[in-house]
Nanobody
Framework: VQLQASGGGVVQPGGSLRLSCVAS????????IHWLRQAPGKESEVVSC??????YYDDSVKGRFTISRDNAKNTVYLQMNNLKPEDTAVYYC??????????WGQGTQVTVSS
């Protein structure tokens, strides 16, 4: 069982990035997939989540980020547009079905700087 997060990088304010969270060993459509981020010196926060039916966005990213799922590729994406310096953080994906089935990917660094 593995979650592989990728797609981070350095981008200027107003730019875009797309993060990918590729799952192996389980089916993402059966799980709630969360994207979280942690900035230096701050607690981690849930940025977005996609379940079987619903999606969730933190107020700080509404209208700028879009979460989606490609069942054929067993992958969840986070499209991030109009990035701001305050979006700078390490982003993680997390798959949860129950306390027993709770998987984490490694982080991917997103840096928004001019």
């Amino acid at each position: 069982v593995q979650l592989q997060a990728s797609g981070g990088g350095v981008v200027q304010p107003g730019g875009s990035l797309r993060l990918s969270c590729v799952a192996s060993g389980f089916t993402v459509s059966n799980y709630a997939i969360h994207w979280l981020r942690q900035a230096p010196g701050k607690e981690s926060e849930v940025v977005s989540c996609i379940g079987t039916v619903r999606t969730y966005y933190d107020d700080s990213v509404k209208g700028r980020f879009t979460i989606s799922r490609d069942n054929a590729k067993n992958t969840v994406y986070l499209q991030m547009n109009n990035l701001k310096p305050e979006d700078t953080a390490v982003y993680y994906c997390n798959a949860v079905r129950s306390p027993q089935y709770n998987y984490w990917g490694q982080g991917t660094q997103v840096t928004v700087s001019s």
